[in-house]
């Protein structure tokens, strides 16, 4: 059983020359490369591509949308809010990593 993959993970074997051959699903016939440009354009002429690219070459209408999708007033941050919270957030992953900032630290003064 081989282990889960998270899809960026997967997507960059199956279109990677040197590891393509794990993800090679039948084990009757030989392996054989695909190119990522050989799997885009087997996935546009795929009617679910042909859609996709249709959807995506149409201009998105306004309109369309909820009138207070793109409002961030009500329960939106500001910036600097947002700064002191990313601050906040490497402080706390620096401290729990210390050792390792020190370490660097005497690598760097040496």
């Known amino acids: 059983m081989s282990r889960r993959k998270e899809v960026a993970d997967f997507l960059q074997e199956v279109t990677s020359r040197k590891d393509r051959h794990r993800s090679w699903a039948n084990k009757d016939e030989p392996y054989s490369y695909v190119s990522a440009q050989e799997f885009a354009d ?4 795929f009617h679910v591509g042909r859609k996709q690219g249709q959807e995506l070459s149409t201009p998105f209408d306004k ?3 909820h009138p207070a999708a793109s409002i961030t007033s009500e329960y939106g941050v500001n910036k600097k809010e947002l700064l002191k919270a990313c601050f906040s957030r490497e402080w706390l992953l620096m401290k729990r990593n210390s050792s ?3 370490f660097k630290m005497m690598q760097v003064s040496t």
């Open 42 to 45: 087997a996935f546009q002429s």
């Open 63 to 65: 309109r369309k949308s």
């Open 100 to 102: 390792v900032y020190i």
